[in-house]
């Protein structure tokens, strides 16, 4: 059975960094494209960064450009998110998933780990 | 705001049909087959639920089923159940640089 596990929210300043990591199992893990997904308290999904299963592309959101960094380590099956300069905004709970090998959707999610930024 | 935009809310009676648009544009919606649909209960995870338009994975009942028209598609749910009570999501490819987007989300009520 696939699973993926998200750690390493908590509450955080503004201007501070945190570092998400997403443990998969279950499932070819380097074979899999993998994004992160966040959702604001009470709002909606927004698609915050993807990386390619070797590693080697990536993609973000404009929002996350630049203060944002995905990477994986395909030989532990986890996968980051380095998230530096926080903002207010960014308080959500933050989801890692699964692409498919064929398409782009989302056939995995974790449970979600909450990343508060305040004062 | 979203970049796919969905009614903010829909209802309907038990066994009845509902429909959930979402509209994007050439650059989403209307230029790839790659929409897909996402259910979610109160403090839980999405759930896949519609993918490559029309697709179902295995598991999802055939209640569900998905299209599209232009830069819109949709979802519909048959045969309504209380526990097709959920929020639903759509998505979309949009290229390369934009990567995918997502819809607002819809709060579906069984009345």
């Known amino acids: 059975e696939e699973h993926l596990l998200e750690s390493g929210g908590g509450l955080v300043q503004p201007g501070g960094s945190l570092r998400l990591s997403c443990a998969a199992s279950g499932f070819t893990f380097s074979s899999h494209a993998m994004s992160w997904v966040r959702q604001t308290p009470g709002k909606g999904l927004e698609w915050v960064s993807a990386i390619s299963g070797s590693g080697d592309s990536t993609f973000y959101a404009d929002s996350v450009k630049g203060r944002f960094t995905i990477s994986r380590d395909n030989s532990k099956n986890t996968l980051f998110l380095q998230m530096n300069s926080l903002r207010a905004d960014d308080t959500a709970v933050f989801y890692c998933?699964?692409?498919?090998?064929?398409?782009?959707?989302?056939?995995?999610w974790g449970q979600g780990t909450l990343v508060t930024v305040s004062s | 705001q979203s970049a796919l935009t969905q009614p903010r809310s829909v209802s309907g009676s038990p066994g009845q049909s509902v429909t959930i648009s979402c509209t994007g544009t050439g650059s989403d919606v209307g230029n790839y087959n790659y929409v897909s649909w996402y259910q979610q209960h109160p403090g839980k995870a999405p759930k896949l639920m519609i993918y490559?338009?029309?697709q179902r994975p295995s598991g999802v009942p055939d209640r569900f089923s998905g299209s599209k028209s232009g830069n819109t598609a949709s979802l519909t749910i048959s045969g309504l159940q209380a526990a097709d009570e959920a929020d639903y999501y759509c998505c979309s490819y949009a290229g390369s640089y934009t990567y995918v987007v997502f819809g607002g989300g819809t709060e579906l009520t069984v009345l």
């Open positions: 998933a699964k692409e498919v090998v064929a398409g782009v959707h989302f056939d995995s």
């Open positions: 490559d338009v029309t």
